[in-house]
């Protein structure tokens, strides 16, 4: 008799143990998750300005230009830089129903933090612009082009996208 009371104080204190061991682990667990999350919560999150969209660009967009004589398609494929202010410049080649043309251009740009904003053209346009992958690329869509020198407002659906061509290069001044 002496033997099984032993042998049943042992199993249950194997028992015993065996549940403050996984009483431990779980509390040891959650402890960590917790501390994991409160160091996570504790990083900077990644804003966007016009610091850190600053730089050379290259673009491509297309579409469509609804003229009062029909819709006409619409390519552009350029080169945009831009400084820490907002201001912006480049060059691009557009194709507009099959005539081609090389043209300059100058702007300004607002950066929210959330990493959308606007492009405004000195010569006809502006977009709705969003920063992705780090700033390091944007997407577009214009929502206006106005026809110089008459101002007409003419329809559009154009979009595109750009890449930044040196990421890891200094801010633009």
């Given amino acids: 008799m002496c033997g099984g009371h032993f042998e049943k104080e042992e199993i249950h204190f194997m028992k015993d143990l065996k549940k403050r061991n996984i009483?431990?682990?779980?509390?040891?667990?959650?402890?960590?998750?917790?501390?994991?999350?409160?160091?996570a919560s504790?990083?900077?999150?990644?804003?966007?300005?016009?610091?850190?969209?600053?730089?050379?660009?290259?673009?491509?967009?297309?579409?469509?230009?609804?003229?009062?004589?029909?819709?006409?398609?619409?390519?552009?494929?350029?080169?945009?830089?831009?400084?820490?202010?907002?201001?912006?410049?480049?060059?691009?080649?557009?194709?507009?129903?099959?005539?081609?043309?090389?043209?300059?251009?100058?702007?300004?740009?607002t950066v929210n933090s959330d990493c959308t904003g606007t492009a405004t053209f000195?010569?006809?346009?502006?977009?709705?612009?969003?920063?992705?992958d780090n700033a390091r690329e944007e997407r577009e869509i214009a929502t206006s082009l106005v026809l110089e020198p008459s101002g007409t407002q003419v329809p559009t659906v154009i979009s595109g996208s750009a890449k930044k061509l040196f990421p890891n290069s200094g801010k633009e001044e």
């Fill in 42 to 109: 504790a990083q900077p999150q990644a804003t966007c300005s016009t610091v850190s969209v600053a730089g050379t660009w290259g673009f491509t967009d297309t579409g469509t230009v609804f003229l009062p004589t029909g819709p006409v398609p619409y390519a552009a494929v350029g080169i945009i830089t831009g400084d820490a202010h907002g201001n912006f410049s480049g060059t691009q080649t557009t194709s507009v129903g099959g005539r081609v043309s090389k043209e300059t251009f100058k702007g300004i740009g």
């Fill in 122 to 132: 000195s010569v006809y346009d502006e977009f709705s612009v969003v920063f992705v």
């Fill in 23 to 39: 009483i431990r682990t779980a509390f040891f667990f959650y402890a960590l998750l917790l501390s994991l999350a409160a160091v």
